[in-house]
């Protein structure tokens, strides 16, 4: 399976066996992290809804900040694909103002900039979705392996257009949930070390059982693929 862990920050991965150390591994950035029971998490670390926080608490010192029921509202009648950043451009890490890098980064790459709170937010999420897709592609590069759909876990999965965008961007279902994610594998581990229950396999099944699990299925691909060629060429992923 892959997955991504979507918050403040993405992680975008899977489970293996043995870990994958080769050239295109280092390149492209990802990490193979020790995990629970003798497995690795070949991953790579995005940038996230740290871009929207950043967005939102500009908004707020302006005044400007609708909420986000009326901002995802905003979001989704805002024009499709008009700009698109590289999340992980440096110089979204902790710009004074979240806005104004990104219209600064439109300009910088020969775009024209958002030009209202909606578009700008939709820039973002179409912009993550893409970096997903690209992220997923690689995985499946270095693994050899053609994933059915990606399972997205964390707060991220709140953000229901992020989600929709995922499955347009990628062409495959989305599967969303659980939400407390971190908090849920910290109680499996304890879970485990205690006796509670047999391992990683049987917390797994617990998991399914106990929470819903939402999915989201592509439906409006038109623009995505042509999109994507356009995130390729943008730099630093």
């Known amino acids: 399976f892959a997955f991504l862990s ?7 991965g899977t ?4 870990p994958i150390v080769d050239e295109r591994a ?20 995005i940038t996230g809804l740290w871009l ?7 908004w707020e010192r302006q005044g400007r900040w609708p909420g986000y029921e009326a901002m995802a509202a905003a979001t989704l009648e805002a024009p499709a694909f008009r700009a698109t950043i590289d999340p992980n451009d440096p110089s979204f ?6 806005p104004d890098a990104i219209a600064a980064f439109c300009m ?24 997903y897709r690209q992220a997923l592609e690689r995985v499946e590069a270095l693994t050899g ?14 953000n229901d257009t992020l989600l929709q965008f995922t499955a347009e961007a990628i062409g495959r279902p989305v ?19 205690s006796g509670r229950i047999a391992g990683v396999r049987e917390g797994r099944v617990l998991v399914r059982e106990s929470f819903p699990v939402r999915t989201f299925e592509p439906r409006a691909r038109k623009g995505w693929d042509e999109a994507f060629h356009r995130f390729q060429s943008l730099g630093s992923m």
């Open 108 to 131: 910088a790459t020969g775009q024209t900039p958002p030009d209202s709170p909606g578009s700008v937010t939709r820039c973002v999420l179409e912009s993550l979705a893409l970096a």
């Open 26 to 45: 280092l390149a492209w950035n990802f990490a193979n992290e020790v995990g629970i029971g003798g497995t690795y998490r070949l991953l790579r670390n």
């Open 15 to 18: 489970e293996l066996e043995r």
């Open 145 to 158: 392996y053609r994933f059915p759909g990606l399972h997205v876990v964390g707060g991220g999965t709140r």
């Open 93 to 98: 890490l902790n710009p004074v103002d979240m």
């Open 52 to 58: 929207v926080e950043g967005c939102r608490r500009a």
């Open 175 to 193: 599967w969303s949930g659980p939400t407390e994610a971190t908090a849920i594998g910290n109680l499996l581990g304890q879970l485990m070390a």
């Open 6 to 12: 979507s918050g403040t920050w993405s992680l975008l």
